[in-house]
C-alpha cells in the first residue's frame, strides 16, 4: 500500500486548472487499489490572506462539494478538513521549534509576497511548517502537487529529517509528485489558469456563463475561411484536453479552413458540458442534503483524527511531554 495524501485550500470556486492540475490525478490515485489516499480541505491556511467568516465558510463548503461531486469516493479515501483536526495546528508548534528561521526565508510564497512590497503575516512565513505538519502526520510517502507546492513538500521533507536526526525516527520522509504533462492550462487570455489572474472557467458555472467564458477564449486573428494552425490555437488546446472523440476531423477541418473560432468553441462548449454532468448532477444532490456532507465529513474526521492523534502522541512523548490529563 502507498500512502498518498494532498490538501486543497478553500479560497474559491474549482476551476478547469484545478481539475486537470490536481482533481483529475487525484481520482486515478484513488482508484488505484494499491494506494490508501488521504485528501483534505486546507481551511486553515486560508486565513493566511482572509479572516472572513461569512466568506470562510462559503468557501470551505464549496471546496468541500466540489472534491465530493469530482473526485472522492467516501468508501475509498479519508477525506477530511484540516481545522476537525487539532493534531496540525498542535504539530506546527513542534516543528516550528526544529525549523531554521533561513529555511522559510527561501519559501516563495512569502518571498513574492515581500517581494511585491505586501506586508505579510507571521502565519504566511510559517505557512510551509502547517503544510508539513499536514504531511508528516499521516506519514505520507506521495504529496501530488502542482509545481509551485513542490518546493513545500520538500521543506516537509526536510523537516522530517532533521526531526528524525535529533529524536530517532518519527516521520515518514515525503516525496513530491507532479504530473508533468497538464501542470498548467491555458486561461482565458492564454496564460496559465489561475485565480489571480482572472481568466479562469468555473466547473460549476452556470450553462449561460460556461458557455460565455468558452466563446470568449483568445485566439489569433485568422479571417474565416483561412486554414487554422491547429497546433497553436487554444481551443484546440482544450479539444485535446477534454478528449473530443472527433479531434481528427477538428484538425483536418481547421487546416482546411472549412471551421472558424466561433464553431470550434461552440462545440467546445458542448464537450465541457457533458465532461461534467455527472458531476454536475452529484454536486447539486449533495448540496440539498446538508445531513449527508456532514456524515461523510465525520466519518473522514474520526479515521483522520485516529492517526494524527497516535502520531502527535509520539511526538508529544519525544519532547519529553508526558501523556496530557485531559485525554
Ligand atoms: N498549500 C497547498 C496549496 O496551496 C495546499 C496544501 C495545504 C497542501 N496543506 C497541504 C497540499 C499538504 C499538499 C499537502 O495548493
Known amino acids: ?103 522559510m526565508e527561501r519559501g516563495h510564497a512569502f518571498k513574492d509576497k515581500t517581494a511585491k512590497g505586501l506586508e505579510a503575516n507571521v502565519a504566511l512565513f510559517t505557512y510551509p511548517i502547517l503544510m508539513a505538519a499536514d504531511i508528516l502526520l499521516y506519514d505520507a510517502e506521495i504529496v501530488p502537487v502542482g509545481k509551485d507546492q513542490a518546493q513545500h513538500v520538500e521543506m516537509a521533507r526536510d523537516l522530517a529529517q532533521k526531526f528524525n536526526h535529533h529524536f530517532g525516527d518519527t516521520f515518514v520522509l515525503p516525496e513530491s509528485q507532479i504530473k508533468e504533462e497538464v501542470q498548467t492550462i491555458p486561461g482565458l487570455d492564454g496564460a496559465k489558469m489561475s485565480k489571480s489572474y482572472g481568466n479562469t472557467i468555473e466547473i460549476f458555472a452556470d450553462e449561460k456563463t460556461m458557455k460565455k467564458k468558452i466563446m470568449s477564449l483568445k485566439t489569433e486573428s485568422v479571417e474565416l475561411g483561412q486554414p487554422i494552425d491547429p ?76 492517526i494524527a492523534e497516535a502520531k502527535l502522541q509520539n511526538v508529544r512523548t519525544k519532547f519529553g511531554l508526558s501523556a496530557n490529563h485531559l485525554a
Not at 484545478?18 to 486560508?46: I, R, T, W
Not at 448532477?281 to 449527508?292: D, H, I, M, Y
Open 1 to 103: 500500500m502507498t500512502r498518498i495524501l494532498t490538501g486543497m485550500q478553500s479560497s474559491g470556486k474549482s476551476h478547469l486548472g484545478n481539475y486537470f492540475g490536481m482533481m483529475k490525478q487525484a481520482k486515478a490515485l484513488q482508484d488505484n487499489p494499491s494506494n490508501e489516499c488521504f485528501y483534505f480541505v486546507a481551511d486553515l491556511h486560508s486565513f493566511t490572506s482572509k479572516q472572513d467568516p461569512e466568506l470562510f465558510k462559503q468557501n470551505q463548503l464549496s471546496g468541500v462539494l466540489d472534491w465530493l461531486a469530482l473526485v472522492i469516493d467516501p468508501e475509498k479515501s479519508v477525506f477530511y478538513r484540516q481545522s476537525d483536526i487539532r493534531a496540525h495546528t498542535e504539530l506546527l508548534w513542534y516543528l516550528s521549534c526544529l525549523t531554521p528561521f533561513g529555511l
Open 231 to 306: 497546433e497553436t490555437c487554444n481551443v484546440m488546446a482544450y479539444h485535446r484536453l477534454f478528449e473530443n472523440p472527433n479531434l481528427a476531423k477538428l484538425e483536418a477541418d481547421y487546416r482546411s479552413g472549412s471551421i472558424g473560432f466561433g464553431d470550434s468553441k461552440k462545440q467546445l462548449f458542448e464537450l465541457v458540458w457533458d465532461y461534467f454532468a455527472d458531476a454536475r448532477a452529484r454536486r447539486e444532490s449533495l448540496a440539498n442534503n446538508p445531513a449527508e456532507v456532514e456524515r461523510i465529513l465525520k466519518l473522514g474526521a474520526q479515521k483522520a483524527s485516529a
